[in-house]
Nanobody, 123 residues
Framework: VQLQASGGGLVQPGGSLRLSCAASGSIFSINHMGWYRQAPGKQRQLVARINSSGGTTYGGTTYRDSVKGQFTISRDNAKNTVYLQMNSLKPEDTAVYYC?????????????WGQGTQVTVSS
């Protein structure tokens, strides 16, 4: 499995960015795709996650509290792509953003990471 993330960049506070992550290879029917971020000197943290039904089932999407109402995760299963729409960006959103795919089968989880894309929020 390969994950190709794109869409990062430099944006002013209050601006918006849309991240994309395209997956290729063996993607199981039961999976999660998600976005994590890591700021310098800090641990990688979950930003948002969406299940293989596109979030239409109970518990299908998960957001960290600090981005609820600000970020929206979605996916296009036909394209094996997950998106993160980020609005009203703040300097504290500055980080490297990584996409993650978790394949689930027979009680096991198989985890894959993308290469990361830098998001910098600064005036």
């Amino acid at each position: 499995v390969q994950l190709q993330a794109s869409g990062g960049g430099l944006v002013q506070p209050g601006g918006s960015l849309r991240l994309s992550c395209a997956a290729s290879g063996s993607i199981f029917s039961i999976n999660h795709m998600g976005w994590y971020r890591q700021a310098p000197g800090k641990q990688r943290q979950l930003v948002a996650r969406i299940n293989s039904s596109g979030g239409t089932t109970y518990g299908g999407t998960t957001y960290r509290d600090s981005v609820k109402g600000q970020f929206t995760i979605s996916r296009d299963n036909a394209k094996n792509t997950v998106y993160l729409q980020m609005n009203s960006l703040k300097p504290e959103d500055t980080a490297v953003y990584y996409c993650k795919l978790s394949n689930f089968q027979l009680g096991s989880e198989y985890v894959y990471w993308g290469q990361g894309t830098q998001v910098t929020v600064s005036s």
